[in-house]
């Protein structure tokens, strides 16, 4: 187990140079840099302000060499500055992770328990079986945005019980979970629609499993069968969907944050890119990748914790 991770952790961070390497030249290579946007923008600067800008902020040098010195940095602990904000990233970072932590991270466990629930359920009955399947291919093939923009005529709109969307001004406790009710609802439809597929089919496996049918010789209720037989070992590959979702706690939900009017990550990492903050745009890609490169080596760990037969 322990030549597992250290050997996971080496990966992950072979990848994320990588991946830091990629994100980098590809933004490189986008059209325009942040002086030729202040150029745009103020007709007052000549040419030759744009040579000194460009000389003190590192842009007249390679791209190599200027991606060498933001990763020299970023290992010294210096993660820089958001040029769209005019302050350190970090300031501008964290807000954002936990603003879309406190979203995605109730979605996401809503959408697992329910989802898990319902296929549990729908794998101990034919008829609920194929109920649960039904309308989780229903719940898939809804349009995330679609959904958000129903859930607002009928909540907020027609009956005025929520809120449309924003933050509240007063971070109270009650405040907070009414503008977070229909956000939390629109990202978990889809995502109980997953985790219900998932079960299901890594239910009925278990349940028709020869084990199963011993434990029903021996008198056990279904209920017991079910929960304390089955679900462990068909909750194994549950854990490598819940590692995959665990990505977007950092990474964000663009479409929903934007329609609900969230500052979350998602909208952050499309700002920063369109906006040519490089080095915004990249320390939030990287928590992303890091968080999901993490979370699948906990799912494998908890896998062979769980089902001993893979850590051979």
């Known amino acids: 187990m322990l030549l597992l991770i250290c050997g996971r952790l080496g990966q992950i961070l072979l ?3 990588l991946l830091s390497a990629l994100c980098w030249g590809a933004m490189g290579l986008m059209p325009g840099d942040p002086i030729d946007l202040a150029l745009t923008s103020d007709p007052l600067l000549s040419a030759a302000d744009q040579v000194r800008l ?6 007249d040098r ?3 060499e200027r991606y060498l010195a933001w990763a020299g940095a970023l290992l010294a602990g210096d993660a820089g ?8 990233a970090a300031a501008v970072l964290w807000p954002a992770v ?3 932590l406190v979203l995605l991270g109730w979605a996401l466990a809503l959408s697992a328990g329910l989802g898990v629930l319902l296929g549990v359920w729908g794998a101990r009955q034919a008829a609920a079986g194929r109920a649960v399947d039904a309308l989780a291919i229903l719940a898939q093939s809804m349009p995330g945005f679609w959904v958000g923009i129903l ?3 009928l909540f907020a709109v027609g009956l005025g019980w929520l809120p449309a969307g924003g933050t509240p001004d007063a971070p109270g406790l009650l405040d907070s979970a009414r503008f977070l009710v229909l956000p939390v609802a629109t990202l978990a439809l889809g995502n109980i629609a997953g985790y219900a597929r998932h079960a299901l089919a890594a239910m009925q496996g278990e349940l028709a499993a020869p084990y199963i049918r011993t434990a029903r010789m021996k008198g056990l209720a279904e209920g017991r ?5 089955a679900f462990p070992n068909a909750a194994l590959p549950l854990l490598t969907l819940a590692a995959l979702d665990a990505g977007s706690l950092v990474s964000g939900a663009l479409v929903t944050e934007t329609l609900f009017a969230r500052p979350g990550m998602g909208k952050l990492i499309y700002d920063s890119i369109m906006g040519n903050d490089y080095n915004l745009a990249l320390l939030a890609l990287l928590l992303a990748g890091l968080v999901t490169m993490l979370a699948t080596l906990a799912a494998d760990v908890a896998q062979r914790l769980l089902d001993p037969r893979l850590a051979g």
């Not at 460009?54 to 842009?59: D, E, K, P, Q, T």
């Not at 500055?81 to 350190?88: M, N, P, T």
């Not at 069968?225 to 037989?229: E, M, P, R, T, Y």
């Open 62 to 64: 390679p791209l190599s």
């Open 15 to 17: 990848t994320l140079a």
């Open 98 to 100: 936990g603003s879309t």
């Open 81 to 88: 500055f958001s040029r769209l904000y005019a302050v350190r």
């Open 225 to 229: 069968i079910a929960w304390g037989h």
């Open 54 to 59: 460009r000389a003190l902020h590192g842009l």
């Open 151 to 153: 859930l607002i005529i």
